[in-house]
């Protein structure tokens, strides 16, 4: 069993950056992929990224270029950098683990986080 926990959201203005992590307990997440995913309201759960077990990530086309995942596994830490943030940004963040690699389906992901609310003000 894994429990994770995301923090690091908050108000931001557009333009602004963001780094969101996503702490493990229970097991070390070296043994996971983990992703991070967005919910807006009235809207499904998006993906946002995800990174394989020693690196690399994959990025939905809404941020890349301006997201880096990255990972420490000794600190059993994920985290989400996001630059140049816009309102349409604004969404409850959730991370994820699975042991999958590069899926991009919620469905794919075994353990989820509570999520984190970033609000990007325009």
């Known amino acids: 069993q894994v429990q994770l926990v995301e923090s690091g959201g908050g108000l931001v203005q557009a333009g602004g950056s963001l780094r969101l992590s996503c702490a493990a307990s229970?097991?070390?997440?070296?043994?996971?992929?983990m992703g991070w995913f967005r919910q807006a309201p009235g809207k499904e759960r998006a993906f946002v990224a995800h990174i394989r077990w020693s690196g690399g990530g994959v990025y939905a086309d809404s941020v890349k270029g301006r997201s880096t995942i990255s990972r420490d596994n000794a600190k059993n830490t994920v985290y989400l950098q996001i630059d140049s943030l816009k309102p349409e940004d604004t969404a409850v963040y959730y991370c994820a683990a699975t042991r999958k690699a590069w899926v991009r389906l919620a469905s794919m992901y075994d353990y989820w986080g509570q999520g984190t609310q970033v609000t990007v003000s325009s």
């Open positions: 229970g097991r070390t997440i070296s043994d996971y992929a």
